[in-house]
């Protein structure tokens, strides 16, 4: 089980670029969640995806979108980058429809540099 | 609307010394509550989770939490410090199901050889 795996690992942009990210989700799993976790803080809540829909949304401007794949896999688009969304940008994915709130498997995650 | 606060930024204990990671909560719900570990360059692992079952919960590595709803807390614990448990810790906390996870923000734990 490769378990969720992310791409790239590094990317450096300039700022007005756009930029996508990329994240396959653990075997089984149908939902993906996508996380900023800013140099020293911890990870917020961006968006997450079900069924090739976005579910729920954090507080992050429209700037940020979204995708999902019929195969559970999904893409974070970031438009007119920001020195600001410089982070690390972390994909988890979990299963929808267990009874108890379900372990949620983080990828090693997108360092992100704006320049 | 669920918060966390973890109350050290920093910890640092001698190797095979005691461990202590403090984290409050706050939660509208039975909440649902765990520890991740982040170590350098890592994605995040996870160590426990409390789901409403038994109060004191054992995870990996030999880590345990009790869940201590009269004082909101999830503090996490280890008997024994090694030097490869230097690293950041995250207390979580969800709501309900598949709501999102909202993340402490974090504590530095080093060992000292």
């Known amino acids: 089980d490769a378990g969720v795996t992310q791409s790239p690992t590094h990317l450096i942009k300039t700022r007005g670029q756009q930029v996508t990210l990329r994240c396959s989700p653990k075997?089984?799993?149908?939902?993906v969640s996508w996380y900023q976790q800013a140099l020293g803080q911890g990870p917020q809540f961006i968006f997450q995806y079900y069924e090739e829909e976005e579910r729920q949304r954090g507080n992050f401007p429209d700037r940020f979108s979204g995708h999902q794949f019929p195969n559970y896999s999904s893409e974070l688009n970031v438009n007119a980058l920001l020195l600001g969304d410089s982070a690390l940008y972390l994909c988890?994915?979990?299963?929808?429809?267990?009874?108890?709130?379900?372990?949620?498997?983080f990828g090693q995650g997108t360092r992100l540099t704006v320049v | 609307a669920q918060s966390v606060t973890q109350l050290d930024s920093h910890v640092s204990v001698s190797e095979g010394t005691p461990v202590l990671l403090r984290c409050n909560y706050s939660?509208?719900?039975?909440?649902?509550l765990f520890w991740y570990v982040q170590h350098p360059n890592k994605g995040l692992q996870l160590l426990l989770k409390y789901t409403s079952a038994a109060t004191l919960v054992k995870g990996i590595n030999g880590f345990e939490a009790e869940f201590k709803k009269s004082e909101t807390s999830f503090h996490l614990t280890k008997p024994s410090a090694h030097m490869s448990d230097a690293a950041e810790y995250f207390c979580v906390v969800s709501d309900r199901r598949n709501t999102p996870l909202v993340f402490g923000k974090g504590t530095r734990l080093s060992v000292i050889a």
């Open positions: 988890a994915s979990s299963l929808t429809g267990q009874r108890m709130n379900t372990e949620a498997f």
């Open positions: 075997s089984g799993h149908d939902t």
């Open positions: 939660s509208s719900y039975s909440p649902s």
